[in-house]
């Protein structure tokens, strides 16, 4: 690779960083190609984006983007691969489920709204972080939790009130 083709290479990895708050880190060196396209495939669906890269590019992208990647850098050793994506735990539950048929990929760290995690042993709680979309619903969920109470429990009332007055109409 020339120097002007890792430029333009540490530009466009800095470009994608920029434009993400959420990146995980994982080695997918021991997949065979065809685990690896079925990988690609669940990716796409989950709108993650899966690129192979060079740890010292993606080191120095990490440098000089505006987030602060912390010791992320550090675990780029081996082969590096990276998945972009919009919903915090989406890239944690595809390797976990990936993991249930063999044991790659391994999770080196994860960058998720500016906390960093270090390790395999995170994956788990990646996993299970709640989406904005899921906490918002939940939210609404619980604001709409006492006025439904009082609905139901007027609608109860008015119920027994209308079958009084029919009883006493008998």
């Given amino acids: 690779m020339t120097r002007e083709e890792k430029s333009i290479a540490i530009e466009n990895l800095t470009a994608q ?4 708050n959420i990146v995980y880190v994982a080695d997918i060196s021991g997949l065979n190609a065809d685990t690896t396209s079925k990988l690609r495939r ?23 983007s505006e987030n602060e990647y912390g010791e992320l850098p550090e675990v780029l050793t081996g082969n590096s691969a990276i998945f ?11 390797i976990k489920d990936f993991r249930k048929k063999s044991a790659m990929p391994i ?7 500016s906390e960093i995690y270090i390790g395999d042993d995170q994956l788990d709680m990646l996993s299970t972080i709640k989406s904005k979309e899921e906490l918002l619903g939940e939210l609404i969920g ?18 027994g009130e209308e079958q009084a007055e029919t009883e006493e109409a008998k």
């Fill in 84 to 94: 972009i994506a919009d919903v915090a735990n989406a890239p944690g539950k595809i």
């Fill in 107 to 113: 999770l080196k760290g994860a960058y998720v709204n």
């Fill in 17 to 20: 960083l920029a434009g993400t």
């Fill in 42 to 64: 669940a990716c796409f669906k989950a709108g993650i984006k899966l690129e192979v890269v060079k740890n010292t590019l993606l080191a120095k992208a990490m440098e000089v």
């Fill in 142 to 159: 619980l604001l709409q939790s006492p006025a439904q109470r009082i609905i139901a429990a007027l609608q109860n009332k008015f119920a």
